[in-house]
């Protein structure tokens, strides 16, 4: 079962507001974070729709996972994603102040015995297991798919122009391809989900360290906040942490 759960945003050190948003939902053992991509408008707005209307679209198709095989659940966590970019979308283009908008998303739906993960854009899902940290989602940027390709180093993506470029995300003009996997769920995991806020301010062993140190859901999250806040604090910074 799940034993806890805790989350934590904050604005950072160097932008003015924060456009990240996270919701929690443990009765549907649903758990999110939403990322309003910088640069286009009203991303704030984008990613309070995400935690505002996914939670009933899951609801309506998946009220009884237990009654539904694995490829289904999927399936349905799939036409979800793909429902609700095709909302924002919509609000996007009704009005004027919103064109453009979109966000990232990173969610995990939690049944009795397995985890789906799925996500849209460079939020991220890791997993604790027996002190290994596993991150468990690929981020959708052209740095990602640069890398995978050896068309530039690891070092030559530091500083690349195309650093922030999402390729997959939530309010995009074509149908997006969201990522699902299954995980089973055993006894002692932590998950924690993260805004680019924090991956982008600690190393994934950085991150390992402080899920190993604090036995509290809420002092894990505050403290990762903490040290995204203190390395640079460069963007808004987001964490749910479950147990």
Not at 25 to 38: H, R, S, T, V
Not at 80 to 91: G, N
Not at 225 to 235: C, P, S
Request: hydrophobic share 40%; charged share 20%.
């Amino acid at each position: 079962m799940i034993t806890g759960f805790a989350g934590k945003t904050d604005k950072g050190l160097v932008k003015t507001k924060n456009e990240d948003s996270w919701g929690a939902f443990p009765e549907q053992g649903l758990f999110l974070i939403a990322d309003g991509i910088g640069g286009m408008p009203a991303g704030d707005v984008a990613s309070r729709l995400v935690v505002e209307v996914l939670p009933p679209l899951l609801a309506q198709r998946i009220d009884k996972p237990e009654v539904l095989s694995r490829i289904e659940i999927i399936e349905k966590i799939k036409q979800s994603l793909c429902d609700l970019s095709d909302r924002i979308l919509q609000e996007s283009q009704k009005h004027e102040e919103y064109a453009g908008m979109g966000t990232t998303i990173v969610m995990a739906l939690i049944t009795e015995t397995e985890m789906f993960i799925a996500h849209l854009g460079d939020s991220r899902a890791y997993l604790l297991k027996q002190n290994y940290l596993q991150q468990v989602s690929n981020d959708h940027s052209l740095i990602r798919h640069l890398l995978m390709t050896k068309e530039i180093t690891q070092e030559q993506a530091k500083n690349h122009p195309g650093k922030n470029h999402l390729v997959q995300y939530i309010g995009m003009s074509m149908p997006p391809n969201p990522d699902v996997i299954c995980l089973p769920r055993e006894s002692g995991e932590r998950l924690l989900l993260c805004s680019d806020g924090l991956s982008n301010m600690l190393s994934n062993e950085e991150i390992r360290k402080f899920l190993t140190q604090f036995s509290s859901a809420e002092h894990t999250c505050n403290a990762l906040i903490k040290a995204a806040n203190m390395a640079g604090g460069h963007d808004n910074v987001t964490v749910v942490l479950v147990e």
